[in-house]
């Protein structure tokens, strides 16, 4: 079965870095496009940035990019969300997500796996 548990949340000051993890486990992600979301408060889900397992492409919203960076490590199974030059629109809570398919599509009902989710929350 296959689980996502994500961890490195914290508060931070604007302009801050930190980075997310997501420790994958219970299957095999050869063909799986792995997926950062974001909750942001009284706002619906919203993709942020994916990576395919596979070949390492990846895949960013407008407004992370050149800010944010995913990476995965295929020894450790986990995939990382490296943030940078952190605002208060960064404050949400972030979700690591799996999507069994080789072609990437940021919609957040093609994601059959998800993790519990992990607060980031940036002050001024």
């Known amino acids: 079965q296959v689980q996502l548990v994500e961890s490195g949340g914290g508060s931070v000051q604007v302009g801050d870095s930190l980075s997310l993890s997501c420790a994958a486990s219970?299957?095999?992600?050869?063909?799986?496009?792995m997926a950062w979301f974001r909750q942001r408060p009284g706002k619906e889900r919203e993709f942020v940035a994916a990576?395919?397992?596979?070949?390492?492409?990846?895949f960013y919203a407008d407004g992370v990019k050149g800010r944010f960076t995913i990476s995965r490590d295929s020894v450790k199974s986990t995939v990382d969300l490296q943030m940078h030059s952190l605002q208060p629109e960064d404050t949400a809570v972030y979700y690591c997500?799996?999507?069994?398919?080789?072609?990437?599509?940021?919609?957040?009902?093609?994601?059959?796996?998800w993790g519990q989710g992990t607060q980031v929350t940036v002050s001024s």
């Open positions: 990576i395919k397992w596979t070949g390492g492409r990846t």
């Open positions: 219970g299957g095999r992600f050869n063909d799986h496009i």
């Open positions: 997500a799996a999507d069994h398919d080789l072609i990437f599509d940021p919609s957040i009902e093609r994601y059959e796996y």
